[in-house]
């Protein structure tokens, strides 16, 4: 039976971002969930220590999320919300418009975080044009970004090893740098977050007449390599927008709900964006639910007699679906009733004191954290940080000997992540740590000798 399954997987499965030959020789088939843990198929059990790839919030098999799709199903599973809407939509709409950065009081509902980001470019995009200003169609995104995989997303992400193949497929933006503090050459937070704004200034400066609007990450770059911002970037580049008159898109979608020790992670730089995209937490991890939120501003420019055509033309099949909404408010509710976001903030300085000890590993260069969002970059020399030859794959063999102590994650490159459910326990956060701190420790050990 198992055996069938896994050879039904090989037959005819093609997997996101995986190159199927790796899958092949490694097969892994998920059953069940509960709590923190997931169950493969030969019932061997896994810490979930990336959340299910960043999603997930209070676990597998929370009683009370699975009641309240339990709930919904027994009046309706989906409806449209073209020109129409439902309820669980228009309740969840209220209490996302609550917790959310105060100048944001509209939301769009969508299925991924790359369709948030769709959404936010091209209501930037729009609102010009309905506003009498056609001329600004361009957009300036960061280096090394990541906003999801369809085109629009793309175009305006910028990693190298999943983008470039598609270059051709993509609209112009402009690129500015971010502040990486451990690979710029003083490694200092405030001179490579100064140097980074000097020149994002001089490109709004000479382009600004033309510029719709700038996307960004929320305090981290998740995909880069958890790359956190250094104090005083996010609202600089929040400063810059305002100055030249460039719509600021805020990428929480990994950073949302609670992931970074805030609801929001701009809220630690007390940022008002004029988009935000949302997505991963917002249903627990349950549902495919995102949503980009907006300001009253923007709505309104779109607010007009049909005739004036200033219709916000988009939309997909499962927008606002009920079953998502329904999770969403009670996984919404349970961030309230459980204080998830503050614990989150107190096990976190926890965390900080567990991975502080990995700076003694021989290859571990770099150690970044923002709340349950940490990545371990692992180097062959400190010294010189030079990094492995990326033919070693370190990182993906990190992972898989993680896999077979207990434990499952995906790297980026040769940065560990490890994004745990915010509900894990001091205790379970310590077992996991030790599983990645033996996975990393044989891993680098072994392919460092044989390097020699
Ligand atoms: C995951 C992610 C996305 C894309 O979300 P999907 O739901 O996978 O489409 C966009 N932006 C950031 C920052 C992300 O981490």
């Given at each position: 039976m198992t055996n069938e399954l896994i050879e039904k997987s090989k037959k005819h499965l093609w997997l996101p971002f995986t190159q199927m030959k790796d899958y092949d020789e490694n097969p892994l088939i998920i059953e069940s969930g509960e709590g923190i843990k997931v169950k493969d198929i030969h019932g061997k059990e896994y810490y979930d220590g990336f959340s299910s790839v960043w999603l997930n919030v209070h676990g597998h098999r929370k009683k009370e999320?699975?009641?309240?799709?339990?709930?919904?199903?027994?009046?309706?599973?989906?409806?449209?919300?073209?020109?129409?809407?439902?309820?669980?939509?228009?309740?969840?709409?209220?209490?996302?418009?609550?917790?959310?950065?105060?100048?944001?009081?509209?939301?769009?509902?969508?299925?991924?975080?790359?369709?948030?980001?769709?959404i936010a470019l091209k209501m930037a995009f729009q609102y010009?044009?309905?506003?009498?200003?056609?001329?600004?169609?361009?957009?300036?995104?960061?280096?090394?970004?990541?906003?999801?995989?369809?085109?629009?997303?793309?175009?305006?992400?910028?990693?190298?090893?999943?983008?470039?193949?598609?270059?051709?497929?993509?609209?112009?933006?402009?690129k500015a740098p971010i502040p990486y503090v451990y690979r710029s050459e003083s490694e200092d937070p405030a001179k490579c977050r100064d140097e980074c704004l000097h020149i994002l200034e001089q490109l709004l400066m000479e382009n600004h007449h033309e510029m719709a609007a700038l996307s960004i990450e929320s305090m981290v770059q998740g995909a880069a390599g958890m790359i956190v911002m250094p104090e005083g970037f996010l609202s600089g580049v929040r400063e810059l927008c305002t100055k030249y008159d460039v719509l600021m898109i805020v990428d929480e979608v990994a950073?949302?709900?609670?992931?970074?020790?805030?609801?929001?992670?701009?809220?630690?730089?007390?940022?008002?964006?004029?988009?935000?995209?949302?997505?991963?937490?917002?249903?627990?991890?349950?549902l495919p639910i995102a949503v980009t939120f907006t300001t009253e501003e923007i709505y309104e420019a779109f607010y007009d007699d049909y005739q004036t055509l200033k219709t916000f033309f988009h939309g997909h099949s499962y927008t606002g679906n009920q079953l998502g909404c329904a999770v969403a408010i009670e996984n919404l509710r349970l961030f309230e009733a459980e204080n998830i976001v503050k614990e989150v903030g107190k096990k976190a300085k926890e965390?900080?004191?567990?991975?502080?000890?990995?700076?003694?590993?021989?290859?571990?260069?770099?150690i970044r954290q923002l709340g349950f969002m940490c990545g371990i970059e692992l180097v062959q020399?400190?010294?010189?940080?030079?990094?492995?030859?990326?033919?070693?794959?370190?990182?993906?063999?990190?992972?898989?000997?993680?896999?077979?102590l207990g434990m499952l994650t995906r790297p980026m490159g040769d940065v560990i992540v490890f994004m745990p459910p915010l509900v894990s326990s001091n205790e379970e956060l310590k077992e996991m740590v030790a599983m990645m701190k033996e996975a990393i420790e044989i891993i680098t050990s072994e392919v460092a000798t044989a390097l020699v």
């Amino acid at each position: 039976m198992t055996n069938e399954l896994i050879e039904k997987s090989k037959k005819h499965l093609w997997l996101p971002f995986t190159q199927m030959k790796d899958y092949d020789e490694n097969p892994l088939i998920i059953e069940s969930g509960e709590g923190i843990k997931v169950k493969d198929i030969h019932g061997k059990e896994y810490y979930d220590g990336f959340s299910s790839v960043w999603l997930n919030v209070h676990g597998h098999r929370k009683k009370e999320l699975d009641e309240a799709i339990k709930k919904q199903l027994d009046k309706i599973a989906h409806s449209t919300l073209l020109g129409m809407t439902n309820v669980p939509a228009t309740e969840l709409a209220e209490k996302l418009v609550e917790i959310s950065p105060e100048k944001l009081t509209r939301v769009f509902y969508s299925d991924s975080g790359a369709e948030a980001m769709e959404i936010a470019l091209k209501m930037a995009f729009q609102y010009w044009k309905n506003i009498g200003k056609p001329e600004k169609q361009k957009f300036i995104s960061m280096k090394n970004g990541y906003h999801g995989d369809t085109i629009g997303a793309v175009s305006v992400g910028s990693i190298d090893l999943f983008h470039h193949v598609y270059g051709a497929l993509m609209f112009d933006s402009f690129k500015a740098p971010i502040p990486y503090v451990y690979r710029s050459e003083s490694e200092d937070p405030a001179k490579c977050r100064d140097e980074c704004l000097h020149i994002l200034e001089q490109l709004l400066m000479e382009n600004h007449h033309e510029m719709a609007a700038l996307s960004i990450e929320s305090m981290v770059q998740g995909a880069a390599g958890m790359i956190v911002m250094p104090e005083g970037f996010l609202s600089g580049v929040r400063e810059l927008c305002t100055k030249y008159d460039v719509l600021m898109i805020v990428d929480e979608v990994a950073t949302g709900f609670g992931r970074t020790g805030k609801m929001f992670a701009c809220e630690y730089e007390n940022v008002q964006p004029d988009l935000m995209a949302a997505g991963k937490g917002i249903t627990g991890g349950y549902l495919p639910i995102a949503v980009t939120f907006t300001t009253e501003e923007i709505y309104e420019a779109f607010y007009d007699d049909y005739q004036t055509l200033k219709t916000f033309f988009h939309g997909h099949s499962y927008t606002g679906n009920q079953l998502g909404c329904a999770v969403a408010i009670e996984n919404l509710r349970l961030f309230e009733a459980e204080n998830i976001v503050k614990e989150v903030g107190k096990k976190a300085k926890e965390l900080q004191s567990l991975l502080a000890e990995f700076k003694q590993l021989p290859h571990v260069g770099d150690i970044r954290q923002l709340g349950f969002m940490c990545g371990i970059e692992l180097v062959q020399s400190k010294e010189t940080k030079e990094p492995f030859p990326s033919e070693k794959r370190v990182g993906y063999h990190v992972a898989l000997k993680m896999r077979e102590l207990g434990m499952l994650t995906r790297p980026m490159g040769d940065v560990i992540v490890f994004m745990p459910p915010l509900v894990s326990s001091n205790e379970e956060l310590k077992e996991m740590v030790a599983m990645m701190k033996e996975a990393i420790e044989i891993i680098t050990s072994e392919v460092a000798t044989a390097l020699v």
